[in-house]
T-cell receptor, first 111, second 111 residues
Framework: DADVTQTPRNRITKTGKRIMLECSQTKGHDRMYWYRQDPGLGLQLIYYSFDVKDINKGEISDGYSVSRQAQAKFSLSLESAIPNQTALYFC??????????FGPGTRLTVL | DAKTTQPPSMDCAEGRAANLPCNHSTISGNEYVYWYRQIHSQGPQYIIHGLKNNETNEMASLIITEDRKSSTLILPHATLRDTAVYYCIVITQGGSEKLVFGKGTKLTVNP
């Protein structure tokens, strides 16, 4: 079984809809991250959490929110999706050594 | 300002060594050099990291210059499956700093 899973893997939605992307990990790591990747570009950090009670904004948090329900679960929400949020979204986990383990990604299309 | 500089693209023949350079002239004494790679649309994968000594694992070798201002990732016998974008990242360990993925080097391994 994969160490980091993301659901759904693909999602097509319409402008204005609320969307939740979910991430689960079995690594036992305290740190979890959400990244966004646009075609041909590097990864941009949206939010990160260093433990269950810790939530921090990354480079591009506007239009997004997160929930750390447990050590193993970190969800990303788009409150009102817009077309320029169409991207590939990755969840990752790490211990304090910065060796991050990434999930397979969620491809989100906002029409 | 970017902490690292990498060539945008490189080519390598299958079976030959791939040597990927990275400049990090402003690296501080407690910062490590991390390498990740991303195969097309998959989640990034950790490769190796080091502080000042050369490092080797089952995937690659990392050579860091004595002044630590540059490093080279070596894939000793590149295969077609090594075609990916390779990211060099400088970061401290254990703190609140986050990984910053730049544009990396697109390595193409040719048959």
């Amino acid at each position: 079984d994969a160490d980091v899973t993301q659901t759904p893997r693909n999602r097509i939605t319409k402008t204005g809809k609320r969307i939740m992307l979910e991430c689960s990990q079995t690594k036992g790591h305290d740190r979890m991250y959400w990244y966004r990747q646009d075609p041909g570009l590097g990864l941009q950090l949206i939010y990160y959490s260093f433990d269950v009670k810790d939530i921090n904004k990354g480079e591009i948090s506007d239009g997004y929110s997160v929930s750390r329900q447990a050590q193993a679960k970190f969800s990303l929400s788009l409150e009102s999706a817009i077309p320029n949020q169409t991207a590939l979204y990755f969840c990752a986990t790490s211990d304090f050594h910065n060796e991050q383990f990434f999930g397979p990604g969620t491809r989100l299309t906002v029409l | 300002d970017a902490k690292t500089t990498q060539p945008p693209s490189m080519d390598c023949a299958e079976g030959r060594a791939a040597n990927l350079p990275c400049n990090h002239s402003t690296i501080s004494g407690n910062e490590y050099v991390y390498w990740y790679r991303q195969i097309h649309s998959q989640g990034p994968q950790y490769i190796i990291h080091g502080l000042k000594n050369n490092e080797t694992n089952e995937m690659a070798s990392l050579i860091i210059t004595e002044d630590r201002k540059s490093s080279t990732l070596i894939l000793p016998h590149a295969t077609l499956r090594d075609t990916a974008v390779y990211y060099c990242i400088v970061i401290t360990q254990g703190g609140s700093e986050k990984l910053v993925f730049g544009k990396g080097t697109k390595l193409t391994v040719n048959p």
